[in-house]
DNA sequence: AATGAATGAGGATTCATTCAT
DNA sequence: TATGAATGAATCCTCATTCAT
């Protein structure tokens, strides 16, 4: 009987990092968090389970490095999209709906990364973590801009505003990552805008009364009887 | 030959699932959650591993008991306060507050429902849910009472405020919770709400108007024919 | 297809304790310290492999109350044999073939507790080192009470007499744990004890003055006055 | 597209063999025998990992090879040294002297040879068997030699004073070895000088008295009246 | 001669849960 | 009701060595 062994062609690093990410997002795709064994993801992507380890110190990198490209490319789309959004509000929408709408795409990479990875201990020396500060910090950025811009009463601690908005979503969605229900997306986000809007927008209220004074007082004085 | 082990005193069932559960939480502060192994909760607790088994139907119960009791009693030492405060906006600061104090409080707790039992696939059938629900829902409440009195405007959905203010403060603590740095409880409730509350408030258009009439009916009355 | 599955029966820890043992030493007899894999210890123990871990904390612990065990009954053996061997050459000559009996007939085990027990960096907190202690023991205490009798010299240390005496052998013997040749355990015996005796014995000079002496006189009183 | 790699300088392959053969010992000094890795070698050598194996067959013949070197450099040390030194006590007493600082000094390479390459089953077709042979046979050259000076007593296996001299001296420095305790290379050596002299030295007691006796009776024999 | 990517075998260990006594 | 011995599944990781380039 013949040995049908093969060496596994001699691929760059970079070539087989992305082979063994692609196979490793696969498998966790079918078997989730806890049934995604190395063996099976060497399996697909055509190695030794040894060679990965070449490429990833262990399974837990490989898991933060399978997230962390998906928040680079979520990043990276993003970035041409956001900068063609004018006004505060338009731009906060945009980045709150394009959360709700990768929870929605990715649940499983989402629950991975809310449930499994950011709650571990050192989570904060990872490259995920600045990923996803850089992520989040979208919205603490446009918030200062729409602050200067007189656009958003100031005094708002813009990481609280991240906050309120990203728990916001992930409390709301934490049933649907469970797979009980399903949420629309373009209806939670105007809900959300809705209400983190109206506590953020600088009071016109006050200036539109005196405006509106005015102008009656200008249109009186006008009709004076000479 | 006489034996001289000793068999563990016959309790009451009740008795007994509380000596459980008291050694499960004392063992769980210890350890966590990963390291909070079943023999060690019998040993503390006076009893043999198989022993839990009549009280808990597996470890999982027993940890959903463990923070159902948890809720229990903050749903029950909050009864009273909250029936004593009046007004929509202190009942949210109270809630709000309540909920900073007690992760901050017990933050191995909060992990272990907010990491590990939320998420489980069937939480929904839980009664850790119920009692979680019951907690939320105070939020639910007072703001669909402060709707009704006026203090917030209409069209809002309670559970989506309900969904901002715990997910809010939620997504602020994951860093202390991961024993990053402390926060202000009292500061960071105020920061909260004040936030929150802009975002419901009901506009106070109908004060204005008001105003707006009558420096009319002034400004008209001091052009009187003569 | 029925499960031919059975539960071990319910053994006393000592019992199974001394089974696991007794599988152990047989798994590494035929297979040595490198290929003693705990599957089979477990299979020919009769349990599963996780039951070996309920008696044993790990595979290091089982190796080295294997060790224990062996040390303890040599002891056991030799102590009455001892007690009754009178003379201080006698019993040094005892505690030497004794040595060299043991490695000659337990190679394994020797070599087990020679090459891997013995230079493990916490060994001096082991059983097996209070055991071997015990064990070599016998010679400094031989040694001392050899001294006080003025059988020996004064002045030696009595554990350095230790050392060179098991350490001659050992030295001596690793060609054989290397299964290089064998030894006679008698000859190397007497050899070894000539070679150790000679640097402990007493100097006899009293005794050859008196016979030095005692021809003089005899010489003398040959050639007595006719 | 220029490749920027840059290949190792094509060396000698007797530079080549050293330079890796330091890098091993650098790293085995620093790592120990268990964490010392091929990869760290290759590194530090300025190699690759495969380049290794053209100098040397695997890992375990750079072992002996670097065992090789230290006995070497060893028995080159001494040869001059010992040559000078006149005397059978004398002799013994430098190479018992040189074993233990060797010991002292390199106790690393020490437990190297005496725990794992020493016992491998094919050591005695090793050129560090030689060596060591080479490096103890000095006993036995010099015991030999002083046996038919008649400084030592005759009947004695030169090779068995080899084995009591270095296995007194393993015995004894275990504990070193273990990093319990120190000794003193000094004051240990005369003991075991001590020891072991006593051992060996020829009887002069008996050969004194038969010639004092002699002397005797020549001297009375002479005086016989005629 | 050098490279360095790929190989691949191999086993200890944990602990929630069960069930015969 | 209590006991506690027995179960048993399930997998990550290392690293010396090879060999195509």
Do not use: C
Request: net charge neutral.
């Amino acid at each position: 009987m013949a040995s049908t062994k093969r060496r596994a062609s001699r691929l760059s690093p970079e070539k087989r990092t992305a082979d063994i990410l692609v196979a490793a997002r696969a498998v966790f795709a079918e078997r989730g968090y806890n049934d995604m064994v190395m063996s099976e993801i060497a399996e697909r992507a055509g190695v030794v389970e040894g060679s990965i380890y070449r490429y990833f110190r262990n399974k837990r990198d490989l898991m933060f490095r399978m997230a962390e490209a998906w928040f680079e490319e979520m990043i990276e789309d993003d970035a041409a999209t956001l900068a063609a959004i004018e006004g505060t509000r338009n731009r906060l929408r945009f980045i709150i709906h394009r959360h709700l709408r990768s929870i929605h795409q990715q649940p499983d990479m989402s629950r991975l990364v809310f449930q499994h990875l950011r709650p571990e201990p050192d989570y904060r020396d990872t490259r995920l973590f600045a990923l996803n500060r850089a992520y989040t910090a979208r919205v603490s950025e446009v918030v200062a801009a729409g602050m200067k811009a007189g656009e958003i009463r100031s005094g708002l601690s813009p990481t609280l505003v991240r906050d309120v908005i990203f728990g916001s979503i992930e409390h709301r969605t934490w049933a649907f990552l469970r797979n009980e229900g399903d949420y629309d997306v373009d209806g939670l986000a105007d809900q959300v805008l809705d209400l983190v809007w109206r506590g953020l927008e600088a009071p016109r209220e006050a200036a539109s009364t005196q405006e509106i004074l005015g102008r009656i007082e200008a249109l009186l004085s006008d009709r004076a009887p000479s």
